[in-house]
């Protein structure tokens, strides 16, 4: 017994030195070569120099997987929570980190290659580059992230700067498809089948009959075949749609 209580006494003691480090991950991580812990997270101390990817090609980003960053981070004495639940990382690379011309050139995002109309944006498709100030979208996006995943609404020339006009999210129902609407609210839980008559992107009202009574309701949805009415719709139409205010 003597034997146990000494055992758990010095585990006791050995956790403090043995917790990572607490660490918080950088809003705009930049590396000029190979990723760092210390381009990644504020405070990395000693770990700051542990590799954990490769530099970036010229004006290119570099995307890390968040989970594995994670485990890295830990393996180097770091604790990052990863309380935002975030699957990838974004990291600029050198180049597209130069500062622009204050008043002649703004610094933006643009696109790598053509992109057809329907196609999804992913993260090597996107690049920083330089361009005129009087050529930069109002409202160009600030981060990578709320570019990839969305959908290029028309062709999209490589080099372009990135607008968020011309993107949206990517259709989720297809005209004609059969979709299960539901009505949550208050504890009542209602389900019916309806037929799409109209496409819809994820958190996008759209026209739906309803098989059994043939009456047309507007529904938002919310994936593949499935569709909300009531309180819920406009819960998830806001989180899809947030407004330009929210995200500054």
Known sequence: MRALILAAALLT??????AGQTVSLKSNAFAAGPVTLGDLFDGAG???PVVVGPAAQQGMNVVLDAAQVQRLARNAGLDWDNA??????????????????PGVSA???????????????RAEDLAWGEVASFAAPQDAPRDAEDVIGKAAKKPLRAGAAVATRDLAMPQVIKRDDMVQVSFRSGGVNLTLQGK?????????PFSIQNTASKKIIEAVATGPGQAVVGPEAERVRAAANPSPLALR
């Open 84 to 101: 935002a639940g975030l699957r990838r990382i974004v990291v600029r690379g050198a180049a597209a980190s130069a500062a622009a011309r």
């Open 107 to 121: 610094e933006v995002l643009t696109y790598a290659r053509n992109i057809n109309a329907g196609e999804i944006v």
């Open 13 to 18: 003691a050995a956790s403090p030195a043995l």
């Open 196 to 204: 799409a008559l109209e496409a819809a992107a994820l958190g996008e």
């Open 46 to 48: 000693r770990a700051a």
